[in-house]
């Protein structure tokens, strides 16, 4: 089984900053793209970011320029880093990973529990 647990969701203040962090762990052979997507109350899940374990990334409009995704291969860990942060980002936000659990078997997507992030003064 994999498993990913997401930390770091907090309440902080309009222009405010915050570092999420999504760790993987359990039996596997490698992990392809992580990212994160976030839902707010009433809303779909939307995209956030992806980064491939080449570390291209992709960003939703609303966050580019303000957020940033990065992974530790090592560790098995992307991180989410947050700055400028508005009320309507306030959401619970999800890590996500494409994780092939073995050299002949296709990749399977996981998610995390979510995390909160609050935007709010």
């Known amino acids: 089984q994999v498993q990913l647990v997401e930390s770091g969701g907090d309440l902080v203040q309009p222009g405010g900053s915050l570092r999420l962090s999504c760790a993987a762990s359990?039996?596997?052979?490698?992990?392809?793209?992580m990212g994160w997507y976030r839902q707010a109350h009433g809303k779909e899940r939307e995209l956030v970011a992806t980064i491939t374990s080449g570390f291209d990334t992709n960003y939703a409009d609303s966050v580019k320029g303000r957020f940033t995704i990065s992974r530790d291969n090592a560790k098995n860990t992307v991180y989410l880093q947050m700055s400028g942060l508005k009320p309507e980002d306030t959401a619970v936000y999800y890590c996500?990973?494409?994780?092939?659990?073995?050299?002949?078997?296709?990749?399977?997507?996981?998610w995390g529990q979510g995390t909160q992030v609050t935007v709010s003064s």
């Open positions: 359990g039996s596997f052979y490698r992990i392809n793209t």
């Open positions: 996500n990973a494409d994780v092939r659990r073995a050299v002949l078997q296709g990749p399977h997507t996981y």
